[in-house]
């Protein structure tokens, strides 16, 4: 009982930093490049570092925004075809799609590893910011990881039936119904 209390505790935790952190990273983008626009367009000097700063902000956003996707159903996923199986074939596709997909996360998660110890050891810099550089690409293994997770989940909920597939929107369905209207 413990345990599966800690569980939730976790996730609940998990699903709370990733959406504020998601906008978080999406006002830190925005502030940067509006000041930087600001500073360059009024007062003809800008900072050499905010594209920099706004293109790593921008990665971590991308990771950690498609582990959101991941939790939610929201990646695109052509669907149409699957629809026409019967549930349990649909949750075995659904199963074939999560481990294929768990797979990949696991090899990108490996070798971003690899790659992140490798920029530790050799100690480089950001080209315009003052801070080592794998301390900022540090999100592409921590984002990988997190992918993983929210793919486990989704495998899950497919084990148990509460889901067939990794998409829970239809977005054929939605597209064929707005062109009806």
Not at 120 to 125: F, H, L, N, S
Not at 127 to 140: A, G, M, N, R, V
């Amino acid at each position: 009982m413990q345990q599966v209390k800690l569980k939730d505790m976790f996730e609940k935790f998990l699903n709370k930093f990733e959406e504020m952190f998601i906008a978080a990273l999406l006002a830190a983008m925005t502030l940067v490049t509006f000041s930087q626009v600001v500073s360059r367009y009024i007062f003809n000097a800008g900072a050499v570092w905010a594209l920099e700063l706004t293109t790593f902000l921008f990665a971590w956003l991308i990771l950690f925004g498609a582990s959101y996707c991941v939790k939610i159903g929201a990646h695109i996923g052509i669907d149409m075809l699957a629809k026409q199986f019967s549930k349990k074939t649909q949750q075995i596709l659904g199963l074939l799609s999560v481990s294929l997909c768990s797979v990949f996360a696991i090899i990108l998660f490996i070798g971003s590893y690899q790659y992140i110890s490798t920029l530790y050891q050799m100690g480089i810099e950001a080209e315009d910011l003052p801070i080592s550089e794998w301390k900022l690409k540090i999100i592409l293994p921590i984002g990988f990881a997190l992918i993983l997770f929210r793919l486990i989940q989704v495998g899950v909920q497919i084990y148990k039936k509460n889901q067939y597939s990794m998409h829970v929107a239809t977005e054929v369905k939605e597209a064929l119904d707005t062109l009806k209207d």
